[in-house]
């Protein structure tokens, strides 16, 4: 495979990962992702959930990358999106990005979906489920 001069290859998201909280180590970056979860359990709807971290793993970038997490409701509404520009510098390299939302509104219980933009172009998504009610809470968020 030879060196393409000038051209940008498409960043590939690797995974996605939702938690409750993300400590970072100052001196070597590694991350500890804690509270990992696929639904949140809530008593009633609406509700509010405190805190929701969502760690994005990219690789094949090279470039200033413009990065938009959204989560959609299951009617397909935002319920919350976060933009910010990511200087990726060698597309060989893994890059783990945090996005942290506080006060997530949980309008209804259902599938919601978390999407990863790059320029406005899907890059990758996940799931999770809202649970309104009593239920088994053995994966809760």
């Known amino acids: 495979m030879g060196l393409m001069i000038g051209a940008v290859e498409t960043p590939v998201c690797v995974s996605i990962v939702l938690c409750n909280e993300c400590i970072e180590d100052k001196r070597t970056n590694n991350k500890s992702l804690i509270g990992l979860f696929n639904a949140i359990h809530v008593q009633a709807v609406p509700a509010v ?12 970038a090279s470039t200033l990358l413009n990065l938009s997490l959204i989560i959609r409701s299951p009617s397909g509404a935002d319920v919350c999106e976060l933009s910010a520009p990511f200087p990726a510098s060698h597309p060989l390299a893994t890059y783990d990005i945090v996005f942290e939302f506080n006060g997530v509104l949980i309008e209804a219980p259902g ?27 053995s994966d809760e968020g």
């Open 49 to 60: 959930h405190p805190r929701m971290v969502v760690m994005a793993t990219l690789t094949n």
């Open 111 to 137: 599938t919601y979906n978390v999407d990863l933009l790059c320029n406005g172009s899907y890059l990758g998504g996940r799931r999770f489920d809202v649970v309104a009610g009593n239920a088994d809470h």
